[in-house]
């Protein structure tokens, strides 16, 4: 059974959110240390306000320094707070611009990709990991690039053969993150 996925508008910045949480979650160092780092970030971020504000209201007369543990505090806590929307504004930023719609078949022998500038095909047989993760499929060619297959942008088969569909033609089992 063929598959098909018609993304209109190319991908959209909450599938590019769920591919930046599925890279990290299918990998062992990164599930343990994103966590870290974001916590590190917030804690840090909160430290640096507290301490910008005591610089201007508690006395110590040094507005400079009080304004750059501000900024500091408040970058610091974004980048906490907001680490996978700053990835996926780092993924859109590396899309081709003006794709137009995207539509990814999966058919018997290989995975064809079609946009408004593009064609290609690519062999089962170079995936190297697939996950499913949020109602989406993340078909990995390599540590960072991967085809989104959301079920809600579906077109043509059935959403509960893809999973079976994708471990026969891969060769690999669906990772369920």
Request: glycine share 6%; net charge positive; proline share 1%.
């Amino acid at each position: 059974m063929d598959f098909q996925f018609r993304f209109e508008n190319g991908y959209d910045f909450y599938e590019l959110i769920l591919l930046n949480k599925a890279v990290v979650r299918r990998n062992a160092f990164l599930r343990v240390f994103v966590p870290i780092l974001r916590s590190v970030f917030v804690v840090g971020g909160l430290f640096f306000l507290i301490t910008g504000c005591m610089f201007f209201f508690a006395g110590f007369h040094d507005a400079a320094m009080g304004a750059i543990c501000i900024l500091a505090g408040l970058l610091w806590f974004l980048l906490g707070a907001f680490y996978y929307r700053y990835g996926a504004w780092k993924s859109r930023r590396m899309l081709l611009k003006n794709l137009g719609s995207i539509s990814i078949s999966l058919n018997e022998k290989d995975i064809h990709e079609l946009t408004s500038r593009s064609e290609a095909r690519f062999s089962y047989h170079v995936i190297q990991e697939v996950c499913f993760y949020k109602n989406t499929y993340f078909v990995f060619l390599d540590k960072k690039h991967a085809f989104i297959l959301s079920l809600n942008k579906l077109s043509a088969g059935q959403p509960d053969l893809l999973a079976k569909a994708l471990e026969e033609r891969c060769g690999k089992a669906v990772k369920q993150l």
